[in-house]
Nanobody, 115 residues
Framework: QVHLMESGGDLVRPGGSLRLSCAATGDLSSIQNFGWYRQAPGKLREFVALTLSDGRINYATSVMGRFTMSSDRAKGTTQLEMNNLKPDDTAIYYC?????????WGQGTQVTVSS
């Protein structure tokens, strides 16, 4: 079992930056990869970034060049550095962990981009 806790969400002006963090507790040895997803009001949850098995990171086209994901599997942590934020980035951001045979989700952290 893995439990996830996100933090760092806030209200920010367009063009601003935020850093989201996610900490995993529990069976860290079962973690295979980390991911970030988001869900805007009235929309389906969508992919943002994901660590691949070879260590590379895959980004959604909409955030490429603006968001940077990092993670430390041994420590069970992942961060999402978000720059040049746009109103369309407004959403609840969720941390996701892929473990052996299952997935885990955090409770989410709200990011609002508005002037």
């Amino acid at each position: 079992q893995v439990h996830l806790m996100e933090s760092g969400g806030d209200l920010v002006r367009p063009g601003g930056s935020l850093r989201l963090s996610c900490a995993a507790t529990g069976d860290l040895s079962s973690i295979q990869n980390f991911g970030w997803y988001r869900q805007a009001p009235g929309k389906l949850r969508e992919f943002v970034a994901l660590t691949l098995s070879d260590g590379r990171i895959n980004y959604a086209t909409s955030v490429m060049g603006r968001f940077t994901m990092s993670s430390d599997r041994a420590k069970g942590t992942t961060q999402l550095e978000m720059n040049n934020l746009k109103p369309d980035d407004t959403a609840i951001y969720y941390c996701n962990v892929g473990a052996i045979g299952t997935f885990y989700w955090g409770q989410g952290t709200q990011v609002t981009v508005s002037s």
